[in-house]
DNA sequence: ACCCTTTATGCTCAACCCTAGTATAAGTGA
DNA sequence: TCACTTATACTAGGGTTGAGCATAAAGGGT
């Protein structure tokens, strides 16, 4: 999965979707078969394959999860192995090719302008229709738990690093479409095979990663403001967060040094431009942005 | 790797290695081929091989990282899938299983009686003079960070969850017997093929996890001293904590819930049993134990 | 020139949390 | 009984965070 982000929208490059079997026309993420001719490693092959494919220099790369896909034949088995790389965006050639915003495939992980209405209108009651119909109670009891931690039902917190539990959850109620379920617009749009769960993955890691690692300069250009970088973080956290305790956090634990140079764009006073300081990874444990609790 | 906590030691269950290739008698992880008539995911697969070889029931199972060993027959390759399970010690009938210290392997992640003093005596000399024989000056200055910023040298902080870097870093200096090096105590007890950097990331992963996922307890009985809880947490971080502070954070944090009942063996005033609640998994967003500064 | 709007940036106060202790409780064995 | 060990309670001080107020510096309209 590769992602980008633009004026403060998370974008994933996506490619037409062949047949698949389920249906016809949904988002793919780029993949291919591993040419044994190629590199030594996964990694490698990854980026040879994806500069041929699209003209993407991967900068930022990182494994995700390995799946079995079953038997291929006599004592074999096919195995995908999933990557996110950040990159920024940049046009694609590609017919058929385009970046797609991340929310439009989990509306509900966008906090940016306050808890999003489907959890409330379609998320939650078909949840509960789902436990009710449920006929183990003790399964039901423990589903409803599951609910109530990853949903943030019943005075437990939203906790936005839990994408995966969440998709997963819907999944298994039955409530996606690339699972059977009937195509809703609040359950996001589908994408092909398992690939909607591949970005869940994904935006798990990296909402968990932001925290204590600096990924987020690598979605940005060598110079920016900071009004920009609070929005990547906002972008990948899907939350909004306090400006000012923003700055200071970022400007206090180091991360970034100022440039000298002024962006007059911004369409009031002037922003200073800053870049990140590399050094920063040798002066303190767990660099990452602060993500201090969110504001409508 | 097959990970257990027994009295402040953290084991990991070996096997004996036939010959590798590059040397014999080194310990290995259990591992085996994918039978592709067993169940449909890896993880199942997994359980029930575990269970087959060692009769283990394992708990926790998280999965790791997947390398390419290289291509394995006509436009095939061979691909090794890397899991993490937590357990509790137990006796191995197999021949030549046993329980080993995982700091056996790594003598220079122990920080529990203070800084190692392999780290100045043996790691750093050896790690400086492959920075001086490196040709190329600017990166010989880009490895040098690197050594200060994973070795905690020229004022970075040590962070105890960089395992897999300096495992890394050591190994591209050729100083890992696994890479040919000779073999010296040092640097730890050798495992057969690439099973040290295995282990080596599953340290890395649960030295974070265990600050906002309650994984401690998967390690330890039902019930528990918070003096056994504290332990356990010092086993994998490597590092001492501060008694008073840790059980406030536990305890306050909602992670415990006295049983009422007492444990009379400590050799001093008794001690209450606690068991894990639950619960807190849906109160607060990341329950870890805590790991504040360490103490000598 | 002046005012209004917009965005950037500086600063402060109070609540909270962590660090590093001291102090006390309740067992054991000599 | 005392000396010793471990468990547990409590606290003063420093640092961090959350939330908001205040000021700076641009553009546009009059």
Redesign the interface.
Known sequence: MILAVTEGTPRILTIASPADGTAYGHNALPWGP?D?RTD???ER?LRSWVARQSRLALGYVE?L????E???GE???R?T?TYLALVQEQAIPQAGAGWRDVYAFFPWEDWRDGRPGVIDDALLPALNTWLARLSDLQQAEQER?RV??HFGV????W?PERVLERYELLYQAGLIPEAGAERQPAFGRPMALNHRRVVATALSRLR?KIK?RPVVFELLPPRFTLWQLQQVAEALAGMSLHKQNFRRLVEQGGLVASTGEFAYDTGGRPAQLFRFRRRV??????PGVGLPGGVS
Chains 1, 2 share one sequence.
């Open positions: 591993l044994p030594r490693t996964l092959t494994q999860y390995t799946f079995d079953g038997r291929a004592g074999l088995r195995i192995v738990e109530d931690i019943n005075g437990a917190p906790v968990g204590y990874l040798r002066e303190r444990p767990a």
